[in-house]
């Protein structure tokens, strides 16, 4: 092959060499359908260990080729050489739960699960992307084969990778939720047994074989229902971790005793209203652990929990991570109502959430607007100040390349897949504080919510399972009667958790970080906004926490890499 191929998933070696057999392979993978693929691909005298997940990906390529990932249920990020082919065949999970970064020249191939990893190359360059940091300021989300680097490219989730003798990649999308037809049949009853019975295996497939298994505990409805399943399965073999949050009103702790009184339990509580975010856990720390993301929305508050897990020699932690996106619906229902002249039930939907000139504009007259339309409105209503307007005024959200809106069959439908789909998903995952933590204490994170399995179940359900009279999460309800305290398994309200981030930017000097703003002179933020962002802040009247929040964290990466560079600099010469 014309490059020289590099594979580092946790270990560096170079991947022609590994060994003799017919596919050299290597992986960061965790496979949960083993019982299912030891049938299917008659693997004999198994003896079953989680960690020995190349057995099934090997022997999935060896019978199904190129198309093996569909039949993997899973985090994957794997790569294996064909020497018969002649090609380098790579995959990630559907939903890109384990991340997978590469850079490709004429001279190398080289990929990671880690970018720590990738860097240690002296080869690859470490280049700020700076339309990745306009996007990033802008959406808080990066298209999906961007990195924060020039140069560095993830493959996207749901994708496969080829690169073959004439150097070229080849990338294929093998996972196209939109084509999942829909079963208006089903009943609600019918739907929450079938949700009871795969959300128990999306669960139990992801406990560790011996160890004692750690469970969030938010006491929201999705952790609580996670938590509640593995105690069962595991005749109360779990240690649960919460957060609490003293005096502010994000914190949830009659929810938490509610369920650990239900379930005989006491959790590990670790109070973030009193992290130190000045000095222990403060941006320093943040940019140590996890140098390649700059840090937006609560990343930092997983630590200390995280450092309580370790110090409980807690492996693997299951998380509620994917309730809101499978199982929350979508208000848009309300529109294909309209669209569809069901009338009745327009106006059920329309009346429980209230007669209001807010909700008469989006549900009744935006749905009747084209696109044009919609664009010469908002563009009026910000030359007229009645609508926020954008930081970078000639930086367009690009649409997800997976959605042809020509396939769905639904507004409510579109926006189940398109959450999954959407750039900002795959930013937040790559990006997430749970693979810093796993470098720094050695702790998986996996997510019962995110089964493959159980997403295109719940894919496949009628709108109103998911949202229904300003309800979310409505067959969710529905499954857990008798296994949720009902106060946790009825309440409607969410923790928001905005106060941590002041307290965050409160530990940072930010008059003097943006005493000379780089992302001013790049172009990422106009100085007036800026100037407006910093004046809200001094008087406490923030209108957009998250926003400021990001830009503040745009600056803070952006220095230290190019104080990086200067060291580095130092150091040749």
Same mark, same amino acid.
């Given at each position: 092959?014309?490059?020289?191929?590099?594979?580092?998933?946790?270990?560096?070696?170079?991947?022609?060499?590994?060994?003799?057999?017919?596919?050299?392979?290597?992986?960061?993978?965790?496979?949960?359908?083993?019982? $299912? +693929? %030891? !049938?299917?691909?008659?693997?004999?005298?198994?003896?079953?260990?989680?960690?020995? @997940?190349? /057995?099934?990906?090997?022997?999935?390529?060896?019978?199904?080729?190129?198309?093996?990932?569909?039949?993997?249920?899973?985090?994957?990020?794997?790569?294996?050489?064909?020497?018969?082919?002649?090609?380098?065949?790579?995959a990630r999970d559907h939903l890109g739960i384990r991340p997978f970064y590469y850079y490709h020249s004429k001279d190398l191939f080289a990929f990671s699960s880690d970018l720590d990893m990738l860097f240690s190359l002296t080869d690859i360059p470490k280049k700020p992307n700076?339309?990745?940091?306009?996007?990033?300021?802008?959406h808080r989300s990066i298209d999906h084969d961007k990195t924060m680097y020039e140069n560095i490219k993830r493959l996207p989730p749901g994708h496969s990778l080829t690169l073959k003798k004439d150097g070229i990649l080849h990338i294929e999308r093998y996972w196209k939720p $939109? +084509? %999942? !037809?829909?079963?208006?049949?089903?009943?609600?009853?019918?739907?929450?047994?079938? @949700?009871? /019975?795969?959300?128990?295996?999306?669960?139990?497939?992801?406990?560790?074989?011996?160890?004692?298994?750690?469970?969030?505990?938010?006491?929201?409805?999705?952790?609580?229902?996670?938590?509640?399943?593995?105690?069962?399965?595991?005749?109360?073999?779990?240690?649960?971790?919460?957060?609490?949050?003293?005096?502010?009103?994000?914190?949830?702790?009659?929810?938490?005793?509610?369920?650990?009184?239900?379930?005989?339990?006491?959790?590990?509580?670790?109070?973030?209203?009193?992290?130190?975010?000045?000095?222990?856990?403060?941006?320093?720390?943040?940019?140590?652990?996890?140098?390649?993301?700059?840090?937006?929305?609560?990343?930092?508050?997983?630590?200390?929990?995280?450092?309580?897990?370790?110090?409980?020699?807690?492996?693997?932690?299951?998380?509620?991570?994917?309730?809101?996106?499978?199982?929350?619906?979508?208000?848009?229902?309300?529109?294909?109502?309209?669209?569809?002249?069901?009338?009745?039930?327009?106006?059920?939907?329309?009346?429980?959430?209230?007669?209001?000139?807010?909700?008469i504009k989006n549900y009744l007259l935006i749905p009747l607007l084209n696109k044009k339309q919609k664009d010469i409105i908002k563009s009026i209503l910000e030359k007229l100040h009645l609508r926020e307007p954008t930081i970078n005024t000639g930086l367009q959200k690009q649409?997800?390349?997976?959605?042809?809106?020509?396939?769905?069959?639904?507004?409510?439908?579109?926006?189940?897949?398109?959450?999954?789909?959407?750039?900002?998903?795959?930013?937040?995952?790559?990006?997430?504080?749970?693979?810093?933590?796993?470098?720094?204490?050695?702790?998986?994170?996996?997510?019962?919510?995110?089964?493959?399995?159980?997403?295109?179940?719940?894919?496949?359900?009628?709108?109103?399972?998911?949202?229904?009279?300003?309800?979310?999460?409505?067959?969710?309800?529905?499954?857990?009667?008798?296994?949720?305290?009902?106060?946790?398994?009825?309440?409607?309200?969410?923790?928001?958790?905005?106060?941590?981030?002041?307290?965050?930017?409160?530990?940072?000097?930010?008059?003097?970080?943006?005493?000379?703003?780089?992302?001013?002179?790049?172009?990422?933020?106009?100085?007036?906004?800026?100037?407006?962002?910093?004046?809200?802040?001094?008087?406490?009247?923030?209108?957009?926490?998250?926003?400021?929040?990001?830009?503040?964290?745009?600056?803070?990466?952006?220095?230290?890499?190019?104080?990086?560079?200067?060291?580095?600099?130092?150091?040749?010469?």
């Amino acid at each position: 092959m014309g490059a020289t191929i590099i594979v580092q998933f946790y270990g560096i070696y170079y991947l022609a060499d590994k060994s003799k057999n017919d596919f050299n392979f290597s992986a960061d993978a965790s496979i949960y359908n083993q019982t $299912e +693929l %030891i !049938k299917t691909l008659q693997i004999d005298n198994y003896t079953k260990n989680e960690k020995n @997940f190349e /057995t099934f990906i090997l022997k999935s390529y060896e019978k199904w080729q190129e198309a093996s990932p569909e039949y993997l249920v899973g985090d994957f990020s794997f790569a294996l050489y064909d020497k018969e082919k002649e090609q380098l065949f790579c995959a990630r999970d559907h939903l890109g739960i384990r991340p997978f970064y590469y850079y490709h020249s004429k001279d190398l191939f080289a990929f990671s699960s880690d970018l720590d990893m990738l860097f240690s190359l002296t080869d690859i360059p470490k280049k700020p992307n700076i339309a990745s940091m306009r996007s990033l300021a802008e959406h808080r989300s990066i298209d999906h084969d961007k990195t924060m680097y020039e140069n560095i490219k993830r493959l996207p989730p749901g994708h496969s990778l080829t690169l073959k003798k004439d150097g070229i990649l080849h990338i294929e999308r093998y996972w196209k939720p $939109e +084509l %999942i !037809k829909p079963d208006e049949s089903i009943t609600l009853q019918d739907a929450a047994q079938q @949700f009871n /019975t795969l959300f128990a295996e999306a669960v139990r497939c992801r406990l560790p074989a011996e160890d004692t298994v750690g469970c969030e505990l938010s006491g929201g409805l999705d952790s609580s229902s996670v938590c509640s399943v593995a105690h069962r399965l595991t005749n109360g073999n779990i240690a649960a971790f919460s957060m609490r949050f003293g005096e502010y009103g994000c914190d949830e702790g009659p929810y938490i005793k509610a369920v650990a009184e239900n379930l005989n339990i006491t959790p590990t509580e670790v109070s973030i209203d009193k992290v130190d975010f000045k000095n222990e856990y403060n941006m320093d720390f943040n940019y140590r652990v996890g140098p390649h993301w700059p840090v937006f929305l609560t990343y930092t508050q997983l630590f200390p929990v995280a450092k309580a897990v370790h110090e409980r020699n807690i492996k693997v932690v299951l998380t509620g991570q994917g309730g809101d996106h499978i199982m929350s619906g979508s208000r848009r229902m309300i529109m294909d109502y309209l669209k569809t002249y069901q009338w009745k039930n327009f106006f059920r939907e329309l009346s429980a959430l209230g007669f209001t000139k807010k909700n008469i504009k989006n549900y009744l007259l935006i749905p009747l607007l084209n696109k044009k339309q919609k664009d010469i409105i908002k563009s009026i209503l910000e030359k007229l100040h009645l609508r926020e307007p954008t930081i970078n005024t000639g930086l367009q959200k690009q649409p997800s390349p997976y959605n042809d809106t020509d396939t769905f069959y639904s507004e409510a439908f579109e926006h189940d897949v398109t959450i999954l789909n959407d750039a900002g998903f795959s930013t937040v995952f790559d990006s997430s504080a749970y693979h810093a933590a796993r470098k720094l204490y050695g702790i998986e994170y996996r997510h019962p919510f995110f089964d493959i399995r159980l997403v295109e179940f719940m894919l496949s359900l009628p709108a109103e399972f998911k949202y229904s009279q300003n309800t979310i999460k409505v067959l969710l309800r529905e499954a857990m009667k008798g296994v949720l305290p009902e106060t946790v398994r009825e309440r409607k309200d969410k923790a928001e958790f905005s106060e941590t981030i002041k307290d965050q930017l409160d530990a940072i000097d930010v008059e003097a970080l943006f005493g000379n703003a780089s992302i001013v002179d790049l172009g990422i933020v106009s100085e007036e906004k800026l100037d407006t962002y910093l004046t809200q802040y001094g008087d406490n009247a923030l209108s957009h926490t998250i926003s400021f929040w990001t830009l503040v964290n745009l600056e803070i990466w952006l220095k230290k890499i190019k104080t990086e560079e200067r060291q580095n600099f130092s150091l040749l010469h």
